[in-house]
């Protein structure tokens, strides 16, 4: 797998999220509290809410609009709501942010 | 049937009569002086302030006496008692024979033999006429006191709840110095100046005056006149002892009765205040209650015994928190334990004497007053846990903060509820018998029946005794990550001086690493408010139209809605509204029903350079998004319309600048109208001031969304600067008391509208609120759209990155 560099950790508050364009749609790229990363579609499997505007708390996100929460590990929504987002690689070094290549490689495909 | 005659249907006939019919046998005659049955002679006091009607404390109705077969002769006093024919005679001057007699005259209230006392005007405070004489009286009034014990200040405070103006004159050096140490009487007396009761202690009255045969003034031995309408007397009670004297009983202070009740004659048992038993008197009810189960079992031929026992004492005037027990004079071989902690107003005091406790005063924070209780009547030897003792039973044993650790830890036969004498043992039995709810057990139990002080500990043993069966009625914790209410976060934030969120999770045992959805935004607002200067507010911690200064829509799009102070605004700000609605395409702009403009459907990353042209334009954000200020709408006033009778335009306008930026717990709207046609929807919002020729009416607690409510009246004052003092502290009030997302009214109805009153009415706490609201509003009071407007933080609202351009490799 390769790697592509989206930006810095720093640009992503702590416990928050930044939108990342992509031919497959918008990702979402969450940094947690303990300065873990993770990615996933930002597109809230609900009704389209956009996942980086939600509260992230340990390891999970809230929607904005209608409060579904989904696990960032696996992209399950969690409790009574069912629903998937997708997920994709990332990891941090050198304090960049690196996604898989698989987001451009897929759209090119 | 043999006859059973009662004299005086007080609170021990009252109790007495229930067991008496309970067993049978008895043709019961009940007399009393009163023109009505037995009622909670003690929960006079609420009455008075209004917290209750005499409705509510009438523990026996017609329809008991009736089912009861009592034959009831109220209002009717007994004149006399024939012992040798065994007959008492009521005002028809029929003797009625007896087989047995009950004395149960209570006392009589002791009038100081002043020149004067016998004026209209002066009574004492003992039944539901002298309550409602107070009553009447009537706001603006002016009422004496004397005597600042227990009765004095609940008469005191009531009246006072009722907008008298009340002073009390207190013979000795502190207020209730039978109950209380100096220290603790000195809080108590600072808790009611501070509310507005004047307090004069070491004042010895010397005359009341008069003026057409009414009271007029009390003249002090110094001089001073104290103008009054009314004269309360509460300087102590004497036992009703002249009936019985005069037929004969043996009496010394009160009638004379052994441990069975009985008097001087076989066939008269005497019980309540108006006995001696022991060389003891009474004062309290919840040893009265002991004598009429004791005379109850004696008129049935059981075997029963009175013993006196350790009562405890609590004052009933809302937010006096203070409870003694015990003997806490100073001696040599005694031994103090103090905690004070001066900004709560809490002190405690244990008194020790060879490593048992013997006396307990507390004030401000009563919650272990029962667990010290229990330790003074048991006599137990406190030696291994001295070091800790003062912090109560939740810390013996290490563990602390769970509020039901201490009710947990508590020996079955702790008392729970003084005025009834039940044990923890009696509740928790009747708990496991199926008595699953308050009601439930306060009807089997009578535990917290009477003055209630008990309902919150009864509530916890349910809690405890019944685990997960059992909803507490108002402790829903936060959420999943905590036990802890918000009522409780909140406390433990003030007193623990919590001033992070990690502080928070960590100090409160958060289950998870940082909180929920659901109370971080909560715990967020709690901080900040609280702790407006050492704490930095977060944003990841806030919804995200907090964060983004805007509100999102449905399709991610967001709604820009400028401030427009008071509804007023002009032809330049209107052209800017305009020019940014052309610039970035706005496809709606609507005006919104808080008199201003909305620019809906605007993209998240156009945000920053929206706002910066609107800032050039002098708009800043009108928080339409958020739990803080939202509009204050107004009316034309005395600008233009023939009716307007203040300048409402302009208080709202000055309303809005003082009051925007600021955060509450949720959003907070305001309406001024210029008279009462209320054009400007006044009477709908969480504030509303209706202006009238005299001034300005302020109300609180009105809401038109999911809930219709109106206001509530707050006040009513002459002055636009009072009003707005008044509105701006209810607001930090509302601040720093009420639970997140708890609209004004919610909050309001939580607390009482009394509570919000009394303490915006007291002018030491008004300009400590008022003290707090400008420190936060000059950290606060910033428009945050000229701060995001920036172009650091500008480029946050852009994607990280776009990848839609990049080429595979
Ligand atoms: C724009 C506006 C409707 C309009 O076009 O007129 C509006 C729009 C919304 N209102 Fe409202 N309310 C608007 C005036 C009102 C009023 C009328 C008023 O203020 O005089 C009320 C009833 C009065 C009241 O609050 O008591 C009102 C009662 C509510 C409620 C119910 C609140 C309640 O306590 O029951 C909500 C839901 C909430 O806040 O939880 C709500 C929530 C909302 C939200 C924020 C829903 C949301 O979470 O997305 C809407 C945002 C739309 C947007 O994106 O701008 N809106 N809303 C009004 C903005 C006024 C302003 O200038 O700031
Ligand atoms: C305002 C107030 C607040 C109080 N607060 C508390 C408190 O918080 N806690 C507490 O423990 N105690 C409190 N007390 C004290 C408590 O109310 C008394 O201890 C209790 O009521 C005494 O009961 P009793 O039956 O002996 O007398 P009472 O309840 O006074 O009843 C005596 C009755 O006998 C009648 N009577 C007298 N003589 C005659 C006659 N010759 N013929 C016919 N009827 C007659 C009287 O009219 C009266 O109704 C308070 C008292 C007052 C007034
Ligand atoms: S009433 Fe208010 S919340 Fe409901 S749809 Fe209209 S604007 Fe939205
Ligand atoms: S769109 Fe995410 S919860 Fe409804």
């Known amino acids: 797998m390769s790697w592509v560099d989206i930006g810095a950790l720093e640009d992503i508050p702590l416990r928050g999220a930044r939108k990342v364009k992509t031919r497959v749609g918008c990702l979402a790229v969450f940094r947690t509290d303990e300065d873990t990363v993770f990615a996933t579609s930002n597109v809230c499997p609900h009704k389209q809410g956009p996942l980086n505007e939600g509260i992230v708390h340990g390891t999970r996100v809230t929607c904005p609009l209608h409060n579904w929460v989904f696990d960032l590990e696996t992209g399950e929504a969690l409790g009574a709501d069912e629903g998937r987002i997708a997920t994709y690689a990332v990891r941090v070094r050198d304090g960049r942010i690196l996604i898989e290549d698989a987001v451009l490689n897929r759209a090119a495909a | 049937m043999k006859n059973l005659v009662v004299i005086g249907a007080g609170m021990a006939a009252g109790r007495l009569i229930e067991h008496v019919s309970d067993a049978g046998g008895w043709d019961i005659t009940l007399f009393n002086a009163e023109p009505r049955g037995t009622y909670n002679r003690i929960m006079l006091s609420p009455v008075l302030s209004g917290d209750k009607t005499y409705a509510e404390i009438v523990t026996h109705d017609d329809a008991f006496y009736e089912q009861h077969g009592v034959t009831c002769r109220f209002g009717e006093r007994v004149a006399g008692i024939d012992r040798a024919a065994k007959t008492v005679t009521g005002t028809d001057g029929v003797p009625l024979p007896y087989d047995k007699l009950v004395i149960a005259t209570g006392s009589d209230p002791f009038m100081i033999p002043l020149p004067g006392h016998d004026l209209e005007g002066v009574i004492a405070y003992r039944d539901l006429e002298d309550t409602q004489r107070m009553m009447s009286l009537g706001a603006g009034h002016k009422a004496v006191v004397i005597g600042g014990g227990l009765l004095g200040l609940e008469a005191a405070a009531g009246m006072h709840a009722r907008g008298v103006d009340v002073t009390v004159v207190h013979l000795m050096g502190h207020l209730m110095e039978r109950q209380l140490d100096e220290a603790a009487g000195y809080l108590l007396r600072k808790e009611l100046v501070g509310r507005g009761i004047k307090v004069l202690c070491s004042s010895n009255s010397s005359e009341i005056l008069g003026a057409d045969g009414k009271v007029r003034a009390l003249l002090l031995e110094n001089g001073t006149e104290l103008p009054c309408d009314l004269l309360v007397m509460a300087v102590g009670i004497r036992p009703a002892t002249s009936l019985a004297k005069n037929a004969g009983l043996a009496c010394g202070r009160g009638i004379h009765v052994d441990d069975q009740m009985i008097t001087s004659d076989e066939d008269v048992l005497a019980i309540g205040e108006c006995i001696e038993h022991d060389g003891q008197i009474f004062g309290l009810v919840a040893p009265l209650y002991d004598q009429a189960k004791v005379a109850a079992a004696t008129l049935t031929g059981a075997e029963a015994v009175f013993v006196n026992r350790e009562t405890a004492t609590k004052l ?27 900004a709560r107003g809490v002190y405690k005091r244990l008194v020790l004497q060879n490593n048992r406790v013997i006396g307990a005063v507390m004030y401000g924070d009563t919650a272990d007053g029962s667990w010290f209780h229990g330790l003074i009547k048991d006599a137990t030897d406190i030696s291994d846990m001295r070091e800790t003792l003062i912090f109560g039973p939740a810390f013996q044993g290490g563990s602390a903060l769970d509020p039901m650790a201490a009710v947990a830890a508590l020996p079955a036969d702790a008392e729970i509820c003084g005025c009834n004498g039940i044990c923890k043992g009696q509740i928790v039995t009747s708990i496991e018998g199926g008595a699953h709810d308050l009601d439930a057990v306060r009807a089997e139990t009578k535990a917290s029946g009477s003055c209630g002080t ?55 045992g958060w289950s998870t690493p940082n909180g929920c959805h659901t109370c971080r935004p909560a715990v967020n607002f709690y901080l900040l408010a609280d702790w407006p200067v050492e704490y930095q507010d977060d944003p990841q911690s806030r919804f995200v139209n907090e964060r983004k200064h805007a509100n999102i829509q449905k399709d991610g799009t967001f709604s820009v809605v400028p401030r427009m102070w008071g509804g007023i605004t002009n032809a330049s700000e209107l052209r800017a509204i305009a020019d940014a609605a052309d610039k970035y395409n706005v496809p709606t702009v609507k005006v919104t029903g808080g008199q201003r403009i909305d620019l809906l459907g605007v993209r998240g990353e156009d945000l920053p350079a929206m706002w910066a042209d609107l800032g050039r334009a002098g708009l800043v954000s009108g928080h339409a998004y958020a739990k803080g200020l939202r509009t204050v709408k107004t009316c034309v006033g005395t600008d233009h319309c023939r009716f307007g009778t203040q300048d409402s335009t302009g208080m709202g306008i000055r309303l809005e600048k003082a009051l925007w930026g600021s955060w509450t717990p949720h959003k907070v709207k305001l309406g001024v109208s210029g008279c009462p046609r209320n054009c400007a929807e006044a009477t709908c919002k969480d504030v509303g001031v209706v202006c009238v020729d005299s001034g300005y009416e302020v109300g609180v607690g009105g809401a038109a969304g999911m809930d219709l409510k109106q206001i509530e009246p707050l006040i009513k004052v002459a002055t636009e600067a009072e009003a707005m003092d008044y509105i701006i502290a209810f607001v930090q009030l509302y ?24 303490t915006l009415a007291n002018e030491v706490e008004r300009t400590r609120l008022l003290d707090a609201f400008a420190l936060s509003q000059s950290i606060y009071q910033i428009d945050p759209w000229a701060e995001l407007a920036g172009e650091e933080e500008a480029a946050k609202f852009a994607p990280l990155a776009d990848l839609t351009l990049e080429a595979a490799e």
């Open chain 2, 316 to 342: 009933k005037v809302t937010g006096c928190d203070l409870f003694s027990a015990g003997d806490f004079a100073e001696g040599e071989d005694r031994e103090d334990i103090v905690f004070r902690d001066p």
């Open chain 2, 454 to 508: 008990c309902t919150g500990l009864v509530e916890q043993l349910l809690a405890v005794t019944l685990g997960d069966d059992f909803q507490m009625p108002t402790a829903k914790p936060v959420c999943g990550c905590t036990e802890l209410t918000h009522e409780d976060v909140r406390r433990l934030i003030k007193s623990q001086e919590l001033k992070s969120q990690a502080a928070v999770w960590q100090e409160l």
């Open chain 2, 735 to 758: 601040r720093e008391n009420a639970k997140y997302l708890d609209r004004a009214y919610k909050w309001i109805a939580k607390v009482g509208l009394d509570w919000v009153r009394e």
